[in-house]
């Protein structure tokens, strides 16, 4: 059966990476699709790992090869997702995951209907700059670009079907098990992980 693919979305520091490792710390069956970016890495970060690291030129030239499936330009640097990677992954019944903005959850949906997209929020925009003050990473422009951003990422919201308010961090980590345990209840996961038995409650 195919996999399923998550989506998960927020604004900066909102805490989206820390859930996500956490919940592929809980959940073996989940992996991390992997994006690349042309935006330096953090302090700990490692190319093949958090991200694919390339500098613009090398992005550029494999999007206009057509290789990513979605591209963004978001704060000043490029993030994308490999086209061909991910179909294999979803079709070998993979369960990914993919963190990306809410332009690249657009586009990804057209090419995955029944991708599962998950929001998380931060409990309020105050909470917001102090977290991302709070990093020591980010110089002040950088901070109040991503501020700025943040309220016109946050409307699209109502795209999602789940939404995670990450105030407290362990509740919000079972919100996020929850998420993939309720998606592979889904009917059509369960028929097709089922389908002898479903067959005979179909038999007339």
């Known amino acids: 059966m195919p996999g399923t693919l998550f989506i998960v979305t927020a604004p900066s520091g909102a805490g989206k990476t820390t859930l996500v490792r956490a919940l ?35 992005f550029r030239t494999l999007r206009d090869r057509g290789e990513f499936l979605e591209w963004a ?6 993030y994308a997702t490999s086209r061909v990677w991910l179909k294999e992954q979803i079709a070998a019944g993979r369960d990914t995951l993919l963190e990306i903005d809410w332009q690249g959850a657009q586009q990804v949906r057209k090419a995955f209907p029944d991708a ?33 951003g943040a309220r016109g990422e946050m409307r699209h919201v109502g795209e999602f079907d789940y939404v995670i308010i990450n105030n407290d961090l362990q509740p919000a980590i079972e919100d996020m098990v929850a998420v993939v345990r309720a998606a592979r209840l889904r009917y059509a996961n369960q028929h097709a992980r089922h389908l002898h038995y479903f067959d005979f409650l179909e038999q007339d």
């Open 116 to 148: 599962v997209g998950v929001f998380i929020l931060p409990p309020s925009f105050e909470e917001l700059e102090v977290r991302l003050r709070g990093r020591g990473t980010d110089s002040d422009a950088v901070i109040s670009r991503r501020l700025l």
């Open 73 to 78: 330009e978001v704060h000043g640097n490029y």
């Open 24 to 58: 592929l710390a809980r959940d073996a069956q989940v992996q991390l699709s992997i994006s690349y970016t042309t935006r330096d890495p953090r302090p700990g970060e490692q190319d093949g790992r958090e991200y694919h690291f390339v500098d613009v030129d090398t």
